[in-house]
Structure formats: structure tokens, C-alpha cells
């Protein structure tokens, strides 16, 4: 027996294994892995399904990656579960945040053919007042406003200045009123107005939305809008304006007016007359119009027509607008965060 074999029947003796040679022709054995569940595969599909959802709704890759885990990678299904859990967040955060100031904010004006809307959104401090999602919240609302501004009455004769306190009043107006108007909305009118074609639910779903995604305490203050007919003119004013191209035609500021002018003919030159008054309004702070036959000072001083003109105080607004062929009917002034100190101190 040669010493090869005799060390093959040694080896096979002391181990009771298979030769050398046998074991390296065995298959491997099966390795065993662990199943966490559904998960995202990392294909390219699903990456751009993820980038996708990003870019809809604005929401976090990791809960974007956990909303398409959850529905199966069905997009549209994807966004309604984030929107809900968001708005779910959003109410939470809001209840906690009850009570903060909000002396910050904005002022939007927003202007559609004859219809002109101004609101004011408030939040706790000018940084996020500064930052896009906000400023998008304010463009909610004023879409809003417009639209129920819009649905009111589509055909008017003249002008007529109507303050809303219940639905009963505005039941009332739709039935028998007619004619242009100046609306206003408060706080809790303004919250109630549906978000818009592209929105679901209320405006003030819209607001815990926002407040789940900055965390600042914010309300919906106000607005006021303003549908004229032909031979009126609605002249407006942002003061510091600032324009986003995504936020279209919405003009963003910390004070605003809104002046509501009669014409008996068109004029070229009405946007820059229109412009000019309202700045005399924001810049004044009149209370109320008055007539060309008041006489400055005194009580006067709070009427418009007889306040000095703001950009040349040698003459009174009144001697302004008299051979401009234009009569000031109305006014509106905002001033974000007007009142709030007035609350605090009482």
C-alpha cells in the first residue's frame, strides 16, 4: 500500500468524514434570510415614483418612501395617506400652539379682471412669514376669498358696501341684493371658505397643514374684496410688495389698500392714479372719505379728501383727485398685526 493511500485511510479513520476530494464536490447548503415585510424595491421605477411624490407634496423622502411602502407604491393613494397623516399632525400641533401671538404675517392682494381680495394671515415671527410654504398659505386664502367673491354675483349695476356677520344676512343679499360690492370676512367666515378646486376640505385645513409643517402658531385674521361694474375702478397698494413667480399674481406686503374709484370715462393713466391713492391710504391711515367741501384740520384730518396728499402735502388729496376726472367712493386699509398690541394691553 502506498503512503498516499495509507494517509487518505488514516485521515477517513480519525474524523469518520469524507475524503478531501468528497467534500469539496458537495453543494452548498441554502443560506436563510430574515423577512421584515413589504419594502420598496430599489428599482428605478420606485426611485421615481419617490422623486415624484417629493415633488408633489413637498413631504420628507423618508415619509414619502413610507407613504408608497404603506399603499403598495400606488402613487395617488401615497399622497392622500401623507396629506392625512400631515393634517393629523398638523390639527395636534395646532391645539398645542393655542394662544401664542401672532403679530407677524402678511398681507396678499390678488386681483382677477373686476374683482380685487385682500387678506391677512398671521404667524408668531417675520422668519417664517419670509418662507415659501407660508407664503403659499396666504395664496390659499386669497384663492379662496376670490372664489367665494366670485360665486356671490356675476352680473352689477352699481355699488353697495355690505359687511357679512352671518350666513342668514348673506342668504338674504344673494336674494334681493344687487350691484357691486365691498365684503369683509372675519377670522372664523374666512376659515370656513372651501380650499379650492385643487384642495381638499376648508381653508382652515389648510392652516393645520401649515402649522404641522413650520410649527408656528398662525391665523386666518381676515379679508376684504371688492367686485366693481363697469365705470368703477379698484386702485391698490402693497406696501415693501414682493412677487414669487410661483405664487402667480399674488402680491405680498406688510401694509395694504384698496380704493374704490368712480370713472366717468376710461383713462389710460387709472393703474397709476389708483396706485398712487392707495400708498395716500396706507401712508395716512384715513377713517373715512369724506367731501371735497371739508376744510383741512381738525376733525379733517381723519377724512381723506381733506388730509394732505401724501407725495405732495402742498395740496390736499381732494385738489389731487378733482381734475383727474376720478371720485374716491371707498377705502379699505390693512396693517398686518393691527390690533394685536391694543388685545394685549387690555
Partial sequence: MSLLRLLRVFLVARTGSHPVGSLLRQSPQPRHTFHAGPRLSASASSKELLMKLRRNTGYSFVNCKKALETCGGDLKQAEIWLHKQAQKEGWSKAAKLQGRKTKEGLIGLLQEGNTTVLVEVNCETDFVSRNLKFQQLVQQVALGTMMHCQS????????????????????????????????????????????????EGSLKDQLALAIGKLGENMTLKRAAWVKVPSGFYVGSYVHGAMQSP?????????????????????????????????????????????????????????????????????????????????????????????????????
Fill in 152 to 199: 356671490l354675483k356675476d352680473q352689477l349695476s352699481t355699488y353697495s358696501k355690505v359687511r357679512w356677520l352671518t350666513s342668514v344676512i348673506l342668504a338674504l343679499w344673494k336674494a334681493e341684493a344687487g350691484g357691486s360690492l365691498e365684503g369683509f370676512l372675519n377670522s372664523s367666515e374666512l376659515s370656513g371658505l372651501p380650499a379650492g378646486p385643487d384642495r
Fill in 246 to 346: 410661483s405664487l402667480h399674481n399674488l402680491v405680498l406686503g406688510k401694509y395694504g389698500a384698496l380704493v374704490i374709484c368712480e370713472t366717468s370715462e376710461q383713462k389710460t393713466n387709472l393703474e397709476d392714479i389708483g396706485r398712487r391713492l392707495g400708498q395716500h391710504v396706507v401712508g395716512m391711515a384715513p377713517l373715512s372719505v369724506g367731501s371735497l367741501d371739508d376744510e383741512p384740520g381738525g376733525e379733517a384730518e381723519t377724512k381723506m379728501l381733506s388730509q394732505p396728499y401724501l407725495l405732495d402735502p402742498s395740496i390736499t388729496l381732494g385738489q389731487y383727485v378733482q381734475p383727474q376726472g376720478v371720485s374716491v367712493v371707498d377705502f379699505v386699509r390693512f396693517e398686518c398685526g393691527e390690533g394685536e398690541e391694543a388685545a394685549e394691553t387690555e
